[in-house]
């Protein structure tokens, strides 16, 4: 293989689609990140209802690079049909990818159920090392979408068989342990997009102090009642600060709630933003605010550090247990008079932060740094096979 680089074939349970665009932008950004050093293509099955009755239809695209094929399954009547069809399209779909871009070295899968199960079903891959990149919240136990037994006796199964286990952050990784899913494990953290790293040419002036927030606005994990009752009680000491959200989910729901509360001055929705926007956004305020009740890595706390910005944050997982006082205050989950106190302390201080030494310290997230851990590892793994 001297001389050649690796053939890394990505297969994931989320990747963005026209289904749903969105969904697994981060899995889509760590292959951008092993291209970098690594021939990477891309392998996705998803169901969506088909014209015509078909069972498949199959897109293959160019995306950033990647040699990319999406595989669109006609959804079936029954379960077993179901997973039949699943089935049946990651089989046809490897074997074009082995056509099209040759036999890949190591298949990197990402987010363990259901794609996990190909290797334990489908003697196509279970001939080729692989690696697994871990997102899912369901492992901490702060999620109620608490794993089944049937599904934990899987993940275990398939665990085992893994190479390399990469969660994304340390606490990921010992919730999975503590669930007796065994193996060999690197923390490999997300990637955030060149955008964030950008300078800002000119900075806007504003009397009054922006937080930021940045989420799906899902309540039980994200906590967002919780944030307009403590900016509530903010409201009633002090008027010199705003609190804009940017969100691709429903925001209905907490648009009346800061209306009955009689704060939605204080507040703007915003919807549907690109990466490029939303960095310009977070450089033009001045702190990110999160309360989250759990997470495995929180993407958007990294964004706003690769910006220079100061976050609020819980100490719930992912980024959190790393931040220092250089890079802001990190408070308990669900307690929201400590959200005040940060929240009213940041409004006093955040022009003290070096945003400087805040960026220096999100270098760790380019997508050249994540990329040279992959290779590391695929290189590992090819060693170990041929041994």
């Given at each position: ?14 990747y ?17 990140a ?53 089935f ?28 996990g ?15 697994f ?23 275990r ?45 000119k ?9 930021l ?12 009642s ?64 999160m ?7 929180s ?18 997982g ?56 992959f ?13």
């Amino acid at each position: 293989m001297s001389g050649q680089k690796i053939k890394i074939l990505f297969v994931s349970s989320w990747y963005p689609n026209r289904v749903q665009p969105t969904h697994g932008t981060f899995v889509q950004m760590h292959a951008e990140a092993a291209s970098l050093y690594a021939d990477v293509s891309v392998l996705h099955v998803c169901f969506e209802t088909l014209k015509n009755n078909d069972k498949f239809e199959t897109i293959r695209e160019v995306r950033n690079g990647i040699n990319t094929i999406i595989i669109y399954v006609n959804p079936a009547s029954t379960v077993l049909q179901k997973y039949v069809r699943y089935f049946s399209a990651y089989r046809k779909g490897l074997k074009m990818v082995c056509v099209k871009y040759g036999k890949p070295d190591i298949i990197h899968a990402n987010v363990l159920l259901p794609v996990g199960l190909l290797f334990l079903l489908l003697k196509q891959f279970r001939k080729i090392p692989f690696v697994f990149t871990e997102h899912w919240t369901g492992y901490l136990p702060g999620d109620s979408t608490k794993i089944g037994k049937k599904d934990l006796f899987l993940s275990r199964l398939i665990a085992r068989r893994a190479a390399v286990i990469m969660p994304v952050s340390n606490d990921l990784k010992n919730a999975m342990i503590n669930l007796k899913l065994y193996g060999n494990y690197r923390v490999i953290p997300n990637v955030v997009n060149e955008d964030f790293f950008k300078s800002l040419i000119k900075e806007s002036i504003h009397d009054k102090v922006r937080f930021l927030h940045v989420s799906s606005l899902y309540d039980f994990q994200k906590n967002i009642s919780g944030i307009i009752r403590t900016i509530h009680q903010l409201s009633l000491v002090r008027n010199d600060f705003v609190f804009n959200i940017i969100t691709d989910g429903d925001a209905g729901p907490f648009i009346e709630m800061t209306k009955e509360l009689g704060i939605a001055d204080f507040f703007s929705f915003e919807y549907m933003k690109t990466s490029s926007e939303i960095a310009y956004i977070m450089k033009q305020s001045d702190c990110l605010a999160m309360f989250s009740n759990f997470e495995t890595f929180s993407v958007v706390i990294a964004e706003a550090l690769a910006c220079g910005l100061p976050v609020i944050a819980t100490d719930a997982g992912g980024l959190a247990g790393d931040i220092t006082k250089e890079q802001g205050i990190i408070i308990q989950p669900g307690d929201e008079t400590a959200l005040f106190n940060a929240m009213n302390d940041m409004i006093e201080h955040h022009k003290e932060y070096d945003k400087e030494k805040i960026k220096t310290f999100a270098q760790r997230f380019r997508y050249t740094k994540v990329g040279e851990q992959f290779l590391e590892i695929y290189k590992q793994v090819l060693n170990q096979s041929e041994k």
